[in-house]
């Protein structure tokens, strides 16, 4: 087998930039389009879905339809996770599926967006649902796939966690790019387009950009060179039932299901807190995603020695700590901290957050890598798509329900209260992660994989 070159490294994780800037993309700007604020709307914005809380009272459209859309997309991921380490193509096992979903996947994250009435309209409210269902699936089929290679790719600790630095930094570039978005619509509307088609062209571009690099590894890397796993000959039930009967597994995931419901509370709510909160323009999104990308990157070249020193455990439980202070600021931000210039509240969000962002970025996925590698050595079976499916559907499980709590929890009360709620249920989240995560046996896994390389 080969070595694992720095430029290969490179080839791998510029498909997480491809897929990093659509997620982000449907993260920032999904609920934000069809449930527009008034500040929104007094630039420009139409309501396309019915708004506010009118599935029994409780629910709103958008946090339904995304909710079911994430819950589907969970569901699929270990169908596709079977799928994926069962292929017997010549390719390997990974490869087709990335060739095969990624063109499409850019075509129908576009379509997302393009619900055919200009108005409030059921028809709007099923094209959204279909196309919903349709992204979250194709998605799936790319990224189940894309991210079990980590675990196949490397062949030791510093491979592993070179590359995992890799695609953290594509993945928060991606991310950082999505939320450039009002920047350029900014620019078409200026030049005399209106706020929607702008907002449906930068999309476009975007997604191409996307596709493009998302078409990068799938043609640039030959799988075959870097490993020679078996195709398992489990189905999916008992695939995922041998995953789940590893403990540690479960107190991971149980851990991930916290950190991505809170996560996506705080990333769904960002344009909101800078528009409603702090009372800045929606491009201070932007800036402030660009800000903690840049500050974040400076801890990188610290996470391998902090790894060696205190372990994973250790820094992802300091990254829990780092957000519940993050998003427990962001609750109080705007006249709560009227002492204190949004401007400067703004900036403290940034600095605050860069730290856990960086470890939150480059720990789990090893850590998953990890537990693969010592349930190969203690079974003799090859599951990593399964294992990543199965903490990809932690994480889907979790955002889910982010979404359909944050339209409902922000509509609470006379504005801006509701997006204070969620900002404090965000942080709350990251104290539960924490503790959960004490329970995590690191020092078991490490010694098992130790085993192998004696």
């Given amino acids: 087998m080969k070595s694992l070159t720095r430029g290969k490294m490179w080839c791998y994780a510029i498909g997480q930039l491809g897929w990093s800037i659509i997620s982000g993309l449907i993260a920032s700007w999904l609920v934000y389009f069809y449930q527009p604020n008034q500040e929104a709307i007094n630039d420009g914005m139409i309501s396309l879905i019915p708004q506010g809380r009118v599935v029994l009272g409780i629910l709103t459209f958008i946090g339904l339809i995304t909710a079911i859309g994430r819950v589907f997309d969970a569901v699929t991921d270990p169908l596709v996770g079977n799928w994926s380490d069962n292929c017997k193509s010549k390719l390997g096992r990974r490869i087709p599926f990335l060739r095969f979903s990624a063109i499409p996947l850019g075509l129908v994250f576009v379509l997302v967006f393009c619900a055919p009435i ?49 695609i953290s930094l ?90 991505w419901f809170g996560l996506a509370m705080f990333q769904t709510g960002l344009a909101f807190f800078v528009t409603s909160l702090l009372h800045l323009p929606e491009t201070w999104t932007t800036y402030m995603m660009g800000g903690l990308t840049f500050v974040s990157l400076a801890f990188y070249p610290f996470i391998t020695k902090m790894t060696a020193k205190w372990g994973k455990k250790k820094l992802l439980i300091a990254a829990f700590i780092g957000f519940f202070l993050t998003f427990g600021f962001t609750a109080l931000c705007g006249d709560k901290l009227s002492f204190i210039p949004v401007h400067v509240q703004a900036v403290i969000i940034v600095l605050i957050g860069s730290f856990p962002q960086a470890i939150f970025g480059i720990i789990p996925q090893t850590i998953v890598a990890d537990i693969a590698l010592s349930d190969e050595i203690k079974t003799g079976e090859s599951r990593s798509g399964m294992f990543y499916a199965a903490r990809t559907f932690a994480m889907k499980l979790g955002q889910s329900l982010a979404m359909l709590m944050f339209t409902s929890l922000a509509t609470i009360g006379v504005a801006p209260f509701g997006y204070r709620l969620v900002a404090l249920v965000a942080s709350i989240c990251c104290i539960v992660g924490g503790i959960i995560m004490t329970f995590f046996n690191e020092k078991k896994i490490m010694e098992t994989i130790g085993e192998r390389s004696v």
């Fill in 118 to 166: 200009h108005g409030v309209s059921a028809l709007n409210t099923v094209w959204l649902f279909v196309t919903v269902l349709l992204y979250y699936f194709l998605i799936t089929c790319y990224c189940t796939p894309y991210t079990s290679l980590l675990a196949e790719l490397p062949h030791n600790q510093d491979e592993q966690l070179k590359l995992s630095m890799c």
């Fill in 170 to 259: 594509t993945f928060i570039i991606g991310t950082c790019i999505g939320y450039a978005a009002p920047v350029i619509w900014g620019i078409l509307m200026s030049n005399g387009i209106q706020r929607i088609p702008a907002m449906r062209i930068t999309f476009a571009g975007l997604s191409i950009l996307a596709t493009i690099f998302m078409l990068v590894p799938a043609f640039g890397i030959n799988e075959k060179d870097y490993c020679d796993a078996q195709p398992s000959s489990s189905n999916m039930f008992s695939s995922l039932g041998k995953t789940f009967k590893n403990g540690d597994f479960r107190i991971f995931v149980g851990q991930d299901i916290i950190y």
